[in-house]
């Protein structure tokens, strides 16, 4: 079963740039990366998606080597309302594109 | 938009209970989904469903899960019996287009208790 593999967590501080990378061997050709964040009591919330090469939003940019086997979620600036759980959400090419969540990285801004 | 909707947000009962969970999804989407959360084994896809037809239901742990959507715009999640083991934060999530391709809309969730 075809995995995609996160740090468990992660620690910064406020104004600085977060990674967050996320391993994905099995990706299936046509499917996207998606990154999604989540905050306790809520669901998990849509931050970025990307197929290749590297996109950029108003919150983060995504950036997928061309072996697309990995992606690297980056956080400019980070602020204490950052601190979240991050998931990496992409099809399993094992099983026809059924979507595997990562095992979240816990990020923690500090002041 | 008013996003996905699940009832209830939590729900404590006794094992050996019928549990049933509901979501309306975001109006148009064609794909619903219904994960478990646990500390143990994080997000687990339980079942999709694809214009109201179930797709994949081999993340329903037994025989005591089912789920429906009868139409568009109402799912249930039924546990009968319930266990302990069953405790965990349900989500209901709905897109427009199944996979990584389209974001998935997540509802805030259940929080089911078993006692």
């Known amino acids: 079963l075809a995995k995609t593999t996160q740090p468990i967590s992660m620690d910064s501080y406020e104004g600085q740039e977060v990674n967050i990378t996320c391993s994905h061997n099995?990706?299936?050709?046509?499917?996207?990366i998606t990154w999604y964040q989540q905050f306790p009591s809520q669901g998990p919330r849509f931050i970025i998606q990307?197929?290749?090469t590297k996109v950029t939003n108003e919150v983060a940019s995504l950036f997928i080597p061309a072996d697309r086997k990995s992606s690297t979620l980056s956080l400019p600036r980070v602020s204490l309302s950052d601190t979240a759980v991050y998931y990496c959400?992409?099809?399993?090419?094992?099983?026809?594109?059924?979507?595997?969540f990562g095992q979240g990285t816990e990020l923690s801004v500090k002041p | 938009d008013a996003g996905v909707i699940q009832s209830p947000r939590h729900e404590v009962t006794e094992m050996g209970q019928e549990v049933t969970l509901r979501c309306k999804p975001i109006?148009?989407?064609?794909?619903l989904f219904w994960y478990r959360q646990t500390m143990m084994r994080g997000l687990e896809l339980l079942i999709y469903?694809?214009?109201?037809?179930?797709?994949?239901d081999s993340g329903m742990p037994e025989d005591r899960f089912s789920a429906k959507m009868p139409n568009a715009s109402f799912s249930t999640l039924k546990i009968q019996p319930s266990e302990p083991r069953d405790s965990a934060v349900y989500f209901c999530?709905?897109?427009?287009?199944?996979?990584?391709?389209?974001?998935?809309?997540f509802g805030d969730g259940t929080r089911l208790s078993i006692l």
């Open positions: 999530a709905s897109s427009l287009l199944q996979g990584g391709n389209q974001p998935q809309h």
């Open positions: 959400l992409v099809g399993d090419g094992n099983q026809g594109g059924k979507l595997i």
């Open positions: 469903f694809n214009n109201n037809v179930p797709i994949d």
């Open positions: 109006s148009g989407h064609d794909y």
């Open positions: 099995n990706i299936a050709t046509n499917d996207y």
């Open positions: 990307g197929y290749k």
